[in-house]
């Protein structure tokens, strides 16, 4: 089967040809890291952590690149509100500075990314911070500038969305002319409420005197416009067209994207440079709680830590995520996590529980199995189809030999680690005082002696063991959630 993206340009499937034979490049909006990211935006990573994978088990060599917004993104996900990382100076009470922001940047994008490594996404190639790239952003707004493009209001500068009549291309709310523009702050000095800030300036002194936005002291010098910081939305055609050029083969990016911060990119970067940015959009939808979208601004934010607290392995989240397809909204519920867990648990000791001899004579041959995991992704990214498979081929396969090739590949592709988890589950070598139970549990049932023996079973659960008997072999297993990623 060949490749197939839903595209959100065109609205529909189209098969995928990159701009270069062999080569594909991804861009992902990164995080902005002012705060630990939710599980709500790591729902992305985990989508584009797989579109990667099916790219290269194709054939492509991927360039990825992810930035780190620690500057520009205000609370409001606009133009409106205090920038974000101003307001994590102050919630942890550091002086306002840029040198603060970077301190602070750094701090939570590392935490973002061992957030990623726990759930086996491949880390991209390059991580920019916003921060670094100024130079280049403002380059691009001089180019606006001179193609009138741009105009100065009291607060900024702002890109003049009536000029570019493809604004919206993505699908917008807030295309010039719609009277849907509740996610775009309403300024009475903007020729059109859809115009979207590319530099908003420091200087300016509310009616109060006080500095907007809470900002004094971390604006750049740009002549000859005013001290100031970028907007959003220049930041990610900045840094995108710096590592991968103009076009490049695919942007991703959360379904809330759409609308403000990707349409804001497509406008800026065709007017700069004559060119589209990028020839594919690929959006993933929301992880959805009862009251709405999961968001930090609307206090009901969960992390990784909290569901490992709840004693939920990082790869069971994404199971979970991986049985809703990227675009289809997904439910939060604790239990259905919970459930997850338990499910991949079942999975991976039924794969640990495999005879031995399956486990080491994988072939390279084709197999149904395999082709069915790869047919799945190829058709935009089916993640349910493939987890199907799986739990289809362990339950009804007769050649061991093509489950375990099967398997690899699904570890390749969807990044669930099943075999070095099953590897792990199983304790070889317990301590003293569980392989004395073993040993005593042994004799009991070399003399028939069950009731004794199901008494060393129960007090080895109490120690955080499971009991396995397969035939004559008893395996010792130990819960999910206390195995490392691999």
């Not at 199971?319 to 604790?334: A, D, E, G, I, V």
């Not at 199995?369 to 498979?389: G, N, Q």
């Amino acid at each position: 089967m060949s490749l197939v993206f839903y595209n959100t340009l065109s609205k529909k499937k189209e098969p995928f040809k990159p701009i270069e034979s062999h080569n594909v490049g991804l861009y992902s909006c990164g995080p902005t890291v002012y705060d630990d990211a939710h599980i709500g935006n790591l729902r992305a990573y985990v989508f584009v952590d797989v579109l990667k994978r099916t790219l290269i088990e194709q054939g492509f060599e991927v360039r990825h690149v992810m930035n780190m917004t620690d500057v520009g993104h205000l609370s409001g996900d606009s133009d409106g509100g205090d920038d974000k990382m101003s307001k994590a100076l102050k919630r942890e009470e550091l002086p306002l500075s840029k040198e603060n922001m970077k301190i602070v940047g750094q701090k939570y994008a590392k935490r973002f990314l061992d957030d990623l490594k726990s759930l086996s996404v491949i880390i991209p190639d390059e991580t920019p911070f916003a921060s670094d790239h100024i130079e280049a952003m403002q380059g691009i707004i001089k180019i606006l500038h001179d193609k009138g493009y741009v105009y100065k209001t009291s607060d900024g500068l702002y890109f003049d969305t009536e000029k570019f009549p493809d604004y919206g291309v993505l699908g917008s709310t807030c295309a010039v002319g719609q009277e849907n523009v509740s996610r775009i702050e309403k300024n009475p000095e903007k020729k059109n409420q859809a115009d979207f800030a590319v530099w908003k300036f420091t200087q300016t002194r509310n009616k109060h005197g006080n500095m907007p936005n809470g900002t004094e002291g971390v604006g750049w010098d740009f002549e000859p416009f005013g001290n100031g910081f970028p907007g959003w939305h220049i930041e990610c055609s900045a840094m995108s067209r710096e590592y991968l050029g103009q076009p490049f083969d695919i942007h991703t990016g959360g379904i809330d994207h759409v609308g403000t911060h990707h349409d804001g990119e497509i406008a800026q970067s065709s007017v700069a440079f004559d060119s589209p940015l990028a020839n594919f959009w690929l959006h993933n939808e929301h992880l959805i709680l009862p009251e709405g979208k999961m968001a930090k601004s609307e206090g009901n934010s969960i992390t990784l830590s909290d569901l490992k607290d709840k004693g939920v392995h990082p790869i069971a989240f994404r199971y979970y995520l991986l049985q809703t397809h990227y675009r289809s909204p997904l439910s939060f519920s604790l239990d259905a996590i919970l459930a997850a867990h338990t499910a991949l648990e079942r999975l991976v000791v039924s794969i640990a529980l495999l005879p031995k001899s399956a486990k080491e004579e994988g072939d390279s041959s084709d197999s149904d199995f395999v082709t069915s995991l790869s047919d799945a992704l190829v058709d935009d990214l089916d993640t349910p189809k493939a987890i199907a498979s799986i739990h289809e081929n362990l339950r009804s396969s007769p050649n061991t030999e093509s489950i375990i090739e099967g398997l690899k590949k699904a570890d390749n592709l969807l990044g669930l680690n099943l075999l070095s988890l099953a590897d792990n589950i199983i304790v070889h070598n317990p301590e003293t005082e569980v392989k004395e139970l073993l040993q005593k549990r042994a004799e009991y049932k070399k003399n028939n002696n069950w009731d004794e023996a199901d008494k060393i079973r129960e007090k080895v659960k109490e120690l955080g063991y499971s009991i396995v008997d397969q035939g004559e072999r008893t395996l010792l297993m130990r819960p999910l959630s206390r195995l490392e990623i691999i």
